[in-house]
């Protein structure tokens, strides 16, 4: 495991054993503030030492309560995807608005121009068909960075719907497509073509970057670079002194200044989903009905898919046929959501004591990519959004009833 630099110095964090959970209400989602301000002690740390700002990556974390927690820590932005999280980041972050679509609409680009500071192009159409009132926002003395999406067509990731670099991806510039000289008007780069990585694919992406781009990058008209997000800087083990060393030496040879836009980093086991079972069936085995929904609460479950950590529970043994019994390796259920779709399962979790109706199942590390994603599918109730404090208070600051859900249709 990689060590922390010595000189950082992270603050304790709330051990979920010494947490009430039946005294918050369920469902909901449940940041930890501690963990949170663990973090961004850290994203802060790499900010200073490697001189790249660090912006939030809205789509992966947009908790807008907990914005004045992350100014504090010095994050001097956020990247947003949309004109809805563009107005997000205009009027709750305070800071500097990054924009990067795929595409952006005739009807939403004034209104995205008018509150940005960076525009980020998909394409070169793209550019072309906004660039008028890009530059005519320059003239009447905005500044306006704009820059291109690169596809260095170089890729770790493993799961083909997190791949931006692909096989005809649809993200970013190709070098085979890119014009022989930068685009007047363009004075940055950017790529994303990281997930969840450590920063040695940062240096081995940069390689491929360098070598192909890299005639732009030494262009005086290139004064900024984005490396997009997926630097999982707080995951235990990341190697940071790299992080560190890899963009102090990019920014030293090539004379821009580096902005790194990651999202999970943040969210990044901040917190839990609380929810309660309604109710226990038997079909040959013990089925758990709780009063959230894996489809729509825990999407990434199902579309990566992956199998979350359940407080408290363990795997059951490798014998899926038998039925649940409570011998020796606890009580076995298969944990299901409360809509009617049949996949809306987690899977078959083993529990040290029987469950039984009111009991609280506390999923882990759902802050991410979890509450920017939920839907109201079947009309369930969407969980709380909630801060369990540092002094150990609980802050219930979001409820959603039915007007939520109401608005959401017509
Ligand atoms: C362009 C861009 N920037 C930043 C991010 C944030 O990435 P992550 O949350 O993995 O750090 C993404 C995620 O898809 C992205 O597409």
């Not at 205009?90 to 940005?116: C, K, N, T, W």
Request: hydrophobic content about 40%; glycine content about 8%.
């Amino acid at each position: 495991m990689t060590e922390l630099p010595a000189d950082l110095r992270l603050p304790d964090v709330t051990d979920p054993q010494t947490v009430n959970w039946a005294e918050i209400p369920s469902p909901a989602f449940v940041l930890d503030e501690t963990r949170l301000r663990r973090n961004l002690a850290l994203i802060s740390y790499v900010q200073e030492k490697s001189g790249a700002q660090i912006i939030v990556a809205f789509k992966g974390f947009s908790m807008w309560s907990t914005f004045p927690i992350l100014r504090e820590y010095g994050i001097s932005g956020a990247t947003a995807s949309s004109l809805n999280e563009v107005i997000l980041a205009d009027e709750e972050m305070q800071g500097e608005v990054h924009a990067y679509a795929p595409a952006y609409s005739d009807e939403d680009f004034p209104e995205i121009l008018r509150r940005s500071d960076h525009i980020v192009f998909n394409s070169l159409a793209q550019w072309e068909r906004f660039r008028p009132q890009v530059e005519a926002a320059r003239q009447g003395g905005r500044t306006i960075h704009a820059g291109l999406r690169v596809n260095p067509e170089y890729a770790e990731v493993e799961t083909d719907l997190y791949n931006p670099a692909g096989p005809f991806s649809r993200l970013g510039v190709t070098r085979r497509e890119f014009p022989d000289t930068l685009p007047e008007g363009i004075d940055g780069l950017h790529f994303h073509t990281l997930c969840e990585k450590d920063s040695d694919t940062l240096e081995r992406t940069l390689e491929v970057l360098e070598e192909k781009f890299g005639e732009f990058l030494a262009s005086d008209q290139v004064a900024w670079v984005n490396f997009g997000g997926g630097h999982l800087m707080t995951r235990e083990g990341y190697d940071i002194e790299r992080l560190i060393r890899v963009v102090r030496a990019f920014r030293e040879r090539w004379n821009v200044h580096v902005i790194l836009e990651p999202g999970s980093a943040f969210g990044w086991q901040t917190g839990w989903l609380v929810s309660s079972v309604l109710d226990v069936v038997h079909n040959v085995k013990d089925a758990v009905l709780l009063d959230v929904s894996v489809s729509a609460h825990m999407p990434d479950v199902l579309e990566m898919p992956y199998r979350p950590r359940i407080l408290g529970a363990g795997d059951p043994p490798d014998d899926t046929h038998r039925e649940a019994d409570a011998g020796a390796s606890g009580h076995r259920y298969i944990i299901g959501g409360t809509t009617c779709l049949a996949g809306d399962v987690v899977g078959e979790y083993v529990f040290p004591e029987p469950l039984k109706v009111g009991d609280r199942v506390v999923f882990d590390d759902m802050i991410h990519y979890t509450m920017v994603k939920t839907t109201f599918f079947n009309g369930v109730k969407h969980p709380d959004i909630g801060i369990l404090h540092a002094d150990g208070s609980y802050e219930r600051v979001k409820v959603f009833g039915y007007d939520e859900f109401k608005a959401k249709l017509s």
